[in-house]
């Protein structure tokens, strides 16, 4: 499949080129068909032993769909960090997340002379031109604004914005493979200037900047650098934004796809051994990438590994206790209509056969 979150870089010859992948017309278009229609599209292809190991279509459908914000399907309902959810070829994720969104009188407010007042309103025509797909003139609008100068970078509570925005035009995504516009090497710089000025008051933000510049780094094309030393760019910024804010459990992903790219599976599958449990249906998303399907044999005995770890932990933890259950569930009628209850039974009946993500 050549879904975006599954665009693999790497590779004897390099890779694909970004630019061809974004505007490649059988690229399916998956993400607003709600959590089915990403469950599908990431299991396409897969191995029958990798499926059985992460659970059934249904299973994953039923995890994933609590993660969707109903608006756009691809952040969480707080809107406050990535979902597992989230893809690559969705800018207007980032663009609507945190500081991102602040109302232009908020931002006005902060504006100190003419010419920041100026760069703010520039700002909020590259905004709109952004959220109507107009991706030339929101580069020419954002070009106006940091050509104000010194002035912008006083205004460091506008400038990160500035960068991010541009950053994520430079970028590009499904709906913007413009070759006029698109280019990652030039989306990398941006994002690390709007990271370096987010840093002191908007640490989330600029972790997803430096989140950004990883990825920036990984698709670009140059002939001055070497594919090795490109991934360890990428790995590297990914590690940052890991620093800055832990939770960021798509950075989590993000640099064990890196590693995986650069043959250090151990470290990579490490990093995938730690996610939080509502970050797990990323094992998905990771079975399906080209990165870690070039290591497919390790990824499955690391799968194989959790499921047995979840057996005995089932065994030890869960059966006892709904043996107890079961034995009361015949002189309390109302234990037994307990959905709790049920679960805990079930779950120590059948959970065994489970894939890890179903568990």
Not at 166 to 182: H, K, M, Q, T, Y
Not at 229 to 253: H, I, P
Request: charged fraction near 25%.
């Amino acid at each position: 499949m050549n879904a975006s979150w599954t665009f693999t870089r790497s590779g004897a010859d390099g890779g694909p080129i970004w630019l061809d992948h974004l505007g490649g017309p059988a690229r399916p278009r998956v993400a607003g068909q709600g959590a089915g229609g990403i469950v599908q599209a990431l299991m396409a292809g897969l191995p029958d032993s990798t499926v059985g190991l992460l659970g059934s279509a249904e299973a994953l459908e039923d995890i994933l769909r609590p993660l969707m914000h109903p608006a756009n399907g691809l952040i969480d309902p707080a809107g406050v960090r990535i979902s597992p959810a989230f893809t690559w070829s969705r800018g207007d994720v980032l663009a609507s997340m945190g500081g991102m969104v602040a109302p232009l009188e908020e931002l006005m407010t902060e504006a100190r002379s003419q010419a920041q007042a100026e760069a703010v309103r520039q700002f909020q025509i590259a905004r709109e031109a952004f959220s109507d797909r107009r991706h030339r003139q929101s580069l020419e609008a954002l070009g106006r604004a940091i050509d104000i100068g010194p002035s912008l970078q006083l205004a460091g509570r506008l400038a990160w914005r500035v960068h991010l925005l541009r950053a994520l035009v430079l970028r590009g995504s499904e709906d913007n493979a413009d070759p006029a516009v698109v280019d990652p090497a030039e989306a990398e710089q941006s994002f690390l200037l709007a990271a370096r000025f987010a840093r002191k008051e908007y640490r989330l933000d600029a972790a997803r900047a430096l989140l950004g510049a990883g990825w920036a780094a990984y698709v670009k094309e140059t002939t001055t650098t070497t594919l090795e030393r490109r991934l360890a760019n990428a790995l590297l910024y990914t590690v940052e934004a890991l620093d800055l804010d832990g939770d960021l459990t798509e950075a989590q992903f993000q640099s064990a796809k890196f590693r995986m790219a650069l043959g250090d599976v151990d470290q990579a599958l490490r990093g995938l051994r730690w996610l939080p449990v509502s970050g797990r249906i990323l094992l998905l998303k990771a079975a399906a990438d080209g990165d870690f399907r070039r290591h497919s044999g390790r990824f499955e005995a690391f799968m194989g590994g959790l499921q047995e770890e979840q057996r005995t932990r089932i065994r030890d933890e869960v059966t006892p206790v709904a043996e107890h259950i079961v034995r009361w569930m015949q002189d309390c009628p109302d234990l037994a209509a307990l959905p709790a209850a049920r679960r805990l039974v079930d779950l120590a009946q059948n959970g065994p056969g489970r894939g890890v993500l179903e568990v």
